[in-house]
């Protein structure tokens, strides 16, 4: 069964930093690339990062280029966001999910998905 369960949302300040965690399992993890996506209430969902799990390469929106940090830890087949600076238009529920390529994550082209973890930010 695949599984993608993400960790480490919460309430935070503005400034402030959370790491989320995207714990796979149940398929190839280095044949995936993994991304985060958010969707805050009546707006569209937005792609925030995702990575390669094969060589490790990255993308970043650009309203988090420069605060955000997406890792992998392929021995653990876990990936996790490292968000600092976050403000308020950072508040969403943050998703995890799983594409073939990096260039399906960046289209938003998933082939499983998370549950979400909720991040709000306080002003």
């Known amino acids: 069964e695949v599984q993608l369960v993400e960790s480490g949302g919460g309430l935070v300040q503005a400034g402030g930093s959370l790491r989320l965690s995207c714990a796979a399992s149940?398929?190839?993890?280095?044949?995936?690339?993994i991304g985060w996506f958010r969707q805050a209430p009546g707006k569209e969902r937005e792609g925030v990062s995702c990575?390669?799990?094969?060589?490790?390469?990255?993308y970043y929106a650009d309203s988090v280029k420069g605060r955000f940090t997406i890792s992998s830890d392929n021995a653990k087949n876990t990936v996790y966001l490292q968000m600092n600076s976050l403000k308020p238009e950072d508040t969403a529920v943050y998703y995890c999910?799983?594409?073939?390529?990096?260039?399906?994550?960046?289209?938003?082209?998933?082939?499983?998905w998370g549950q979400g973890t909720q991040v709000t930010v306080s002003s």
């Open positions: 149940g398929f190839t993890f280095d044949d995936y690339a």
């Open positions: 999910a799983a594409a073939f390529s990096l260039a399906e994550a960046r289209a938003g082209e998933y082939d499983y």
């Open positions: 990575i390669s799990s094969s060589d490790g390469s990255t």
